[in-house]
C-alpha cells in the first residue's frame, strides 16, 4: 500500500490514467488514505504544538 501511494503523489496526472483500472483505483485509494493520514497527523502536531505555547502543561515534546 505504500509503494501504491508513493506511486500515486509522484506520477502525473496522464500516467495515472493510462494505468489499468484495477491498479488506478488502488494507486488512488492508497494515496488518499496517505493524505488523509498525513494531514491528520500534521493537524494534531499543531494542535498540540498550539497547547504547549499556551502553557497548558497538557502536551508534552520530544
Known sequence: MIALAKEGRN?????LDRL???KKIATLLATVRWLEFSATDDALFR???GLAR?????????
Open 11 to 15: 506520477e502525473t496526472a496522464t500516467k
Open 20 to 22: 489499468p483500472y484495477e
Open 47 to 49: 494542535a498540540c504544538r
Open 54 to 62: 499556551l502553557g497548558a502543561g497538557v502536551v508534552q515534546f520530544m
